[in-house]
């Protein structure tokens, strides 16, 4: 399959500020024809655009929309305006301890529900030309620690649809690439919370300890990974960006 970026049509979840936005800029610098940014949060989503369109010419909009509901709707708006989407990124995630529900729609249900939508709008057995689905997982999707289980069982999850529905099989049927990029600890909002002066009033002290004690890498490292791995990644396969070194895992079914 092509795995030329220039002049693909592009839909990022999550995309107004973090890994997302940065995806899209990279992305953009190698010449993608659009990027459809995707998020609930409507302000940070119109001024990422605003500037990516400032900086790139008028390839970026933004639609707001909440994964776990707006999936008909906005693929309906977006086929109707592009026709075709060459790539989709599933990167909307999120950490809820108390909502364990939503934890599981948003990082795990929603995104095989988008894969499986534009997959099918996607496959060469419905008519399509293929394409690459990019699902954004977590390094704790691959190791466990002892927080955080339902945020790490969403991402266990995500990497075995991932294999699943990437298989060379599915792939030699649809000409739909699926593969994973899970990042290491990375200076985003997610993890912002564990770093603020005020984080003691609502985590535990071990928790805290664990996480400031781990090296951090920058959005850009990530999102470099993403244009590395689109070239480079066979489909059904699981990547990880930690500390700024990108690497194939072996993962096992």
């Known amino acids: 399959m092509e795995r030329e970026l220039k002049d693909k049509i592009v839909v ?24 459809i940014i995707l998020d609930t949060q409507q302000e940070k989503g119109e001024k990422s655009t605003n500037i990516l369109n400032e900086k790139y010419g008028d390839k970026a909009i933004f639609k707001k ?18 026709k075709y989407v060459d790539i989709l990124i599933n990167n909307a995630g999120i950490s809820e301890r108390d909502n ?5 729609n948003v990082n795990a249900l929603a995104p095989i529900e988008w894969t499986l939508k534009f997959r099918k709008h996607m496959s060469k057995e419905n008519g399509g030309k293929g394409g ?39 792939f030699d049927n649809s000409g739909v690439r699926v593969i994973a990029l899970c990042p290491g600890f990375t200076t985003t909002s997610l993890v912002k919370k564990y770093l603020d002066e005020d984080a003691e009033k609502n985590i535990p002290s071990h928790i805290l300890e664990f996480v400031r004690s781990m090296k951090f890498q920058s959005v850009d490292a990530v999102s470099n990974a993403a244009v590395d791995i689109f070239v480079k990644a066979e489909t059904g396969t699981i990547w990880v960006i930690e500390n700024n070194v990108l690497l194939q895992h072996e993962y096992e079914m």
């Open 100 to 104: 364990p529900r939503l934890t599981m």
């Open 132 to 170: 690459t689905i990019l699902n954004m997982g977590s390094l704790f999707g691959i190791r466990s620690s002892y927080f955080g289980p339902v945020y790490q069982a969403s991402k266990h999850a995500l990497n075995g649809f991932t294999k699943a529905i990437g298989h060379q099989f599915n």
């Open 12 to 35: 990022i979840t999550g995309g107004a500020c973090g890994i997302g936005f940065s995806i899209a800029e990279k992305y953009l610098q190698n010449q993608v024809a659009a990027v």
């Open 65 to 82: 929309c909440d994964v776990t509901t707006d999936l008909d709707l906005i693929y309906c708006e977006i086929i109707d305006a592009y």
